[in-house]
C-alpha cells in the first residue's frame, strides 16, 4: 500500500495561539506490525493505539537517536505487558496477555478491564546527552490516549490534548491516526509559567478546536493530514514544520543478538546452546526466533 497519507507524522505550530502540534496516521507499518503477532481483535486494537500515541509523541523528539518507550506492567489483569518504542522514526511493540482472562471478559472490553488498576511509564532516552526521564501516571480513564493527555498535564504541567481515531478497510487493513496538541510558554522574559497562571484563552480556543477532530477523520486514509489540519485550524495561522516517515523497527538482526550474547561469560552461553549447538534467541517485537551458533559468539 504506496499511500502518501500513511505512515507519517507531520508537525505544525499556531504561533498566534502559542500552540504546537502533531498528526499521525499509520498503515502499512501498522500493518507489519500486527501481522507477525494474529492478535485477537480487542488485543490488535489496543496496540493500535498504543503504537499510533508512540508515534505521535515519539516523532516530537529533535534527537534523532533518541527513544522514547511507552509502557505499563500489571500481574492480574488481561493485559500482563504492553511495550511500544520509537527511534528515529521506527516504532515496534507488543503485547502479553491471558488469553483465558481476555475470552472471559466483554467483546469490546474497557481499558480498566484490559489492565486493572495499574500506571503508564512513558520513558524518554536522550542519546546525546544520556539523560533519561520518565514519568509514570495512572492507568485510568477510557482510552490509552486520556492516560497520555494526563502524563503531559501532571507530570510536564503542560496542558495538552491527545486523541486517537482506529478504523478498519474492508480488506481487513488497520489505519489509526492521532493528534497531539500542546500549549507553548510565550518566552518573553517576565512571563509567569504556564502552571501559574490562572486562565489560558488562547489554549482554550486551540483545544476547544481539537476536540472537535472525530476519530474516522484521524484514521481516513482519503484525507491528507495537511487537509484535516486546515479543516481543524482555518480561524488561524498554520505554520507547517517538519514531517517525519514512520517505519516499523525492530532492532533483533543476527550482529546485534550475537553482540548480546558476548556479553555472558563462555559457560553460560554453553548452557544456553541446544545439542545442535544452537542458541535460539526470541525477538517478542517480531515474533522471530533467532538460531545462532554458539562458536560464532566466541569468535
Known amino acids: 500500500m504506496n499511500d502518501p497519507t500513511l505512515d507519517l507524522a507531520l508537525g505544525f505550530a499556531i504561533p498566534q495561539r502559542h500552540a504546537?502540534?502533531?498528526?499521525?496516521?499509520?498503515?502499512?507499518?501498522?500493518?507489519?506490525?500486527?501481522?507477525?503477532?494474529?492478535?485477537?481483535?480487542?488485543?490488535?486494537?489496543?496496540?493500535?493505539?498504543?503504537?499510533?500515541?508512540?508515534?505521535?509523541?515519539?516523532?516530537t523528539l529533535k534527537d534523532g537517536d533518541a527513544q522514547l518507550?511507552?509502557?505499563?506492567?500489571?500481574?492480574?489483569?488481561?493485559?500482563?505487558?504492553?511495550?511500544?518504542?520509537?527511534?528515529?522514526?521506527?516504532?515496534?511493540?507488543?503485547?502479553?496477555?491471558?488469553?483465558?482472562?481476555?475470552?472471559?471478559?466483554?467483546?469490546?472490553?474497557?481499558?480498566?478491564?484490559?489492565?486493572?488498576?495499574?500506571?503508564?511509564a512513558i520513558t524518554f532516552d536522550l542519546a546525546t546527552s544520556g539523560e533519561r526521564y520518565q514519568g509514570i501516571v495512572p492507568l485510568d480513564g477510557e482510552t490509552l490516549a486520556e492516560a497520555v493527555q494526563s502524563y503531559f498535564v501532571q507530570s510536564e504541567q503542560i496542558p495538552s490534548l491527545v486523541r486517537i481515531g482506529v478504523g478498519k478497510l474492508a480488506d481487513g487493513t488497520t489505519i489509526a491516526g492521532g493528534l497531539f496538541l500542546q500549549h507553548l510558554p510565550e518566552g518573553e522574559d517576565g512571563r509567569e509559567r504556564l502552571h501559574t497562571r490562572l486562565d489560558h484563552p488562547e489554549w482554550e480556543h486551540v483545544a476547544a478546536l481539537g476536540e472537535t477532530v472525530a476519530p474516522?477523520?484521524?484514521?481516513?486514509?482519503?484525507?491528507?493530514?495537511?487537509?484535516?489540519?486546515?479543516?481543524?485550524?482555518?480561524?488561524?495561522?498554520?505554520?507547517?514544520?517538519?514531517?517525519?516517515?514512520?517505519?516499523?523497527?525492530?532492532?533483533?538482526?543476527?550482529?546485534?543478538?550475537?553482540?548480546?550474547?558476548?556479553?555472558?561469560?563462555?559457560?553460560?552461553?554453553?548452557?544456553?546452546?541446544?545439542?545442535?549447538?544452537?542458541?535460539?534467541?526470541?525477538?517478542h517485537f517480531?515474533?522471530?526466533?533467532?538460531?545462532v551458533p554458539s562458536e560464532t559468539v566466541a569468535a
Not at 517480531?286 to 538460531?291: H, N
Open 20 to 59: 504546537r502540534g502533531r498528526l499521525v496516521r499509520l498503515g502499512p507499518t501498522l500493518t507489519r506490525v500486527l501481522a507477525a503477532h494474529a492478535y485477537p481483535p480487542a488485543i490488535e486494537r489496543l496496540l493500535a493505539e498504543a503504537l499510533t500515541l508512540t508515534a505521535l509523541i515519539g516523532s
Open 69 to 120: 518507550t511507552m509502557q505499563t506492567r500489571t500481574e492480574t489483569g488481561v493485559v500482563r505487558l504492553l511495550v511500544c518504542d520509537y527511534r528515529g522514526g521506527a516504532v515496534r511493540g507488543y503485547v502479553e496477555f491471558d488469553a483465558d482472562a481476555l475470552a472471559a471478559a466483554p467483546i469490546e472490553p474497557t481499558l480498566f478491564a484490559l489492565f486493572g488498576p495499574t500506571y503508564l
Open 216 to 283: 474516522a477523520e484521524l484514521a481516513d486514509r482519503q484525507l491528507p493530514l495537511e487537509t484535516l489540519l486546515w479543516r481543524l485550524f482555518n480561524e488561524d495561522e498554520v505554520r507547517l514544520l517538519s514531517s517525519t516517515a514512520m517505519t516499523r523497527g525492530c532492532r533483533c538482526d543476527g550482529d546485534h543478538i550475537r553482540s548480546v550474547l558476548a556479553k555472558f561469560p563462555a559457560d553460560e552461553r554453553r548452557a544456553m546452546a541446544d545439542a545442535q549447538g544452537l542458541i535460539k534467541v526470541d525477538c
Open 286 to 291: 517480531c515474533a522471530t526466533v533467532f538460531s
